[in-house]
């Protein structure tokens, strides 16, 4: 299985880009999804997570400017981000908890990451 994310680029302070990501390859089910971020320098921080029965967890720096939802019968999940700041500037990536099979075990799978870049 893999993540395939797409949606980023570059953007102006106060605009919105919409991310989002899917997995290839055989599925049997997806518990919790999300988004995370790392800029230059930076450890690998938690946007936003989405669990199996849609319950969210926002970063408080992104609260009220970013929604998370996914669409299981398509097993994508998603990322819309308005009033982007350039201090949102980062390459994110998706995260999925996925069981491939009927026997298979749950296993944590990670996106290649997708870079946005917010202009002051």
């Known amino acids: 299985v893999q993540l395939q994310a797409s949606g980023g680029g570059l953007v102006q302070a106060g605009g919105s880009l919409r991310l989002s990501c899917a997995p290839s390859g055989s599925v049997f089910g997806i518990t919790n999804m999300g988004w995370y971020r790392q800029a230059p320098g930076s450890q690998r921080d938690m946007v936003a997570v989405?669990?199996?029965?849609?319950?969210?967890n926002y970063a408080d720096s992104v609260k009220g400017r970013f929604t998370i939802s996914r669409d299981s019968a398509k097993n994508t999940v998603y990322l819309q981000m308005n009033s982007l700041k350039p201090e949102d500037t980062a390459v994110y990536s998706c995260?999925?908890?996925?069981?491939?099979?009927?026997?298979?075990?749950?296993?944590?799978?990670w996106g290649q990451g997708t870079q946005v870049t917010v202009s002051s």
């Open positions: 995260y999925m908890q996925i069981k491939p099979s009927f026997y298979g075990r749950l296993n944590d799978y």
């Open positions: 989405i669990t199996i029965s849609h319950s969210t």
